[in-house]
């Protein structure tokens, strides 16, 4: 048996940092990922091979029938090319001139085949970025560059002065991801802590106050605010955002008694994309394709807008359709 090889560090970054760490077909933030091979060759570590999958889909492509059905190689690159495109428009409105970055990157289609290969020269795009922000002054994007392609110290540097400056905005919510992210919850400045806190009290954002401490390794505190983040859902009838909040807090058994709720409001309604979301979350995955299957073979899929439609396509594993409405999408996106 061939011993697997580990992705050199300059191109795992670069693939994390063109992906933005994010999961490629789902785009669910947050979500534990993995960088994937896409010819399933573990030691083919060309830049093109590798996308950032979530746990959840990577398990779609070891899985063969059914809605679990393999997610096919060909299918994940088109995903991946539509991320990194997607992630380009990001940071052009984050950076000037950002398209200067882009003149290294190609998309062109292979022979004989309707999908994009992505060329890109070494690491010149990172440190072209880093150039940008320089210029710019965005210390923070500078600090996660320096950070993604392991150069620590500098990572560390630049984050201490965006510390400062946002000290001096009072901009406290930032202060203390950036000291998380960078210094570690132990070194976390009590005082701007209970800033950031009270900031979040203020502002009755008790969801993100449970994320804050949960993040910190208070699940205590975590769990007293996630409490009272549901209990506001409940009372206002937002049944989503209860389930939704009561499963990340680790209670899916009650959470699925409001995740119900939600879907059978949102059938009613009509509402095809909070549908799909509810039986997302409630892992319904049978149930969801065949929603999904009916809708696709009725007259309603014409009324249907497309990002919706190109949800609908990809459940019930319609390739073809796929491409041809991400396609259409491009064109419509260049237009505007």
Same mark, same amino acid.
């Given at each position: 048996?061939?011993?697997?090889?580990?992705?050199?560090?300059?191109i795992a970054n670069l693939t994390l940092f063109l992906s933005d760490r994010t999961c490629c077909v789902c785009r669910v933030p947050g979500?534990?990922?993995?960088?994937?091979?896409?010819?399933? *060759?573990? *030691?083919?570590?060309?830049?093109?091979?590798?996308?950032?999958?979530?746990?959840?889909?990577?398990?779609?492509?070891?899985?063969?029938?059914?809605?679990?059905?393999?997610?096919?190689?060909?299918?994940?690159?088109?995903?991946?090319?539509?991320?990194?495109?997607?992630?380009?428009?990001?940071? &052009?409105?984050?950076?000037?001139?950002? *398209?200067?970055?882009?003149?290294?990157?190609?998309?062109?289609?292979?022979?004989?085949?309707?999908?994009?290969?992505? &060329?890109?020269?070494?690491?010149?795009?990172?440190?072209?970025?880093?150039?940008?922000?320089?210029?710019?002054?965005?210390?923070?994007?500078?600090?996660?560059?320096?950070?993604?392609?392991?150069?620590?110290?500098?990572?560390?540097?630049?984050?201490?002065?965006?510390?400062?400056?946002?000290?001096?905005?009072?901009?406290?919510?930032?202060?203390?991801?950036?000291?998380?992210?960078?210094?570690?919850?132990?070194?976390?400045?009590?005082?701007?802590?209970?800033?950031?806190?009270?900031?979040?009290?203020?502002?009755?954002?008790?969801?993100?106050?449970?994320?804050?401490?949960?993040?910190?390794?208070?699940?205590?505190?975590?769990?007293?605010?996630?409490?009272?983040?549901?209990?506001?859902?409940?009372?206002?009838?937002?049944?989503?955002?209860?389930?939704?909040?009561?499963?990340?807090?680790? *209670?899916?058994?009650?959470?699925?008694?409001?995740?119900?709720?939600?879907?059978?409001?949102?059938?009613?309604?009509?509402?095809?994309?909070?549908?799909?979301?509810?039986?997302?979350?409630?892992?319904?995955?049978?149930?969801?394709?065949?929603?999904?299957?009916?809708?696709?073979?009725?007259? &309603?899929?014409?009324?249907?807008?497309?990002?919706?439609?190109?949800?609908?396509?990809?459940?019930?594993?319609?390739?073809?359709?796929?491409?041809?409405?991400?396609?259409?999408?491009?064109?419509?996106?260049?237009? &505007?």
């Amino acid at each position: 048996m061939q011993k697997h090889t580990q992705i050199p560090k300059d191109i795992a970054n670069l693939t994390l940092f063109l992906s933005d760490r994010t999961c490629c077909v789902c785009r669910v933030p947050g979500r534990a990922i993995q960088i994937h091979h896409l010819d399933g *060759n573990n *030691n083919n570590h060309e830049l093109d091979n590798l996308a950032v999958l979530c746990l959840h889909c990577h398990d779609e492509t070891q899985i063969k029938g059914g809605f679990g059905r393999k997610l096919n190689s060909e299918l994940i690159k088109l995903y991946r090319n539509e991320l990194y495109i997607d992630n380009k428009k990001r940071l &052009k409105k984050i950076i000037p001139n950002f *398209n200067n970055l882009f003149k290294k990157i190609t998309l062109r289609k292979k022979k004989k085949t309707s999908n994009f290969q992505l &060329k890109m020269q070494d690491t010149e795009f990172i440190h072209k970025t880093i150039d940008l922000c320089y210029e710019k002054e965005d210390w923070a994007l500078l600090a996660y560059q320096y950070k993604w392609i392991n150069q620590k110290e500098l990572g560390y540097k630049y984050a201490k002065k965006y510390i400062e400056e946002s000290i001096n905005n009072e901009e406290w919510i930032k202060v203390v991801k950036m000291q998380f992210d960078f210094l570690g919850s132990e070194n976390i400045e009590p005082e701007f802590l209970e800033k950031a806190v009270n900031i979040y009290l203020k502002n009755k954002d008790f969801s993100q106050l449970a994320r804050l401490y949960r993040d910190l390794g208070n699940p205590e505190l975590g769990t007293i605010y996630y409490n009272r983040s549901i209990e506001i859902d409940i009372r206002k009838r937002n049944w989503f955002s209860a389930g939704f909040y009561l499963k990340e807090s680790g *209670n899916f058994g009650r959470a699925k008694v409001f995740l119900k709720r939600a879907l059978k409001e949102f059938l009613k309604k009509g509402d095809v994309h909070w549908t799909i979301r509810c039986y997302e979350e409630l892992e319904m995955f049978e149930e969801l394709r065949n929603f999904a299957e009916d809708i696709v073979n009725s007259e &309603k899929i014409k009324e249907i807008n497309p990002s919706v439609r190109l949800d609908l396509m990809r459940i019930v594993g319609n390739e073809e359709e796929v491409k041809k409405l991400l396609k259409n999408m491009r064109v419509s996106m260049k237009r &505007k």
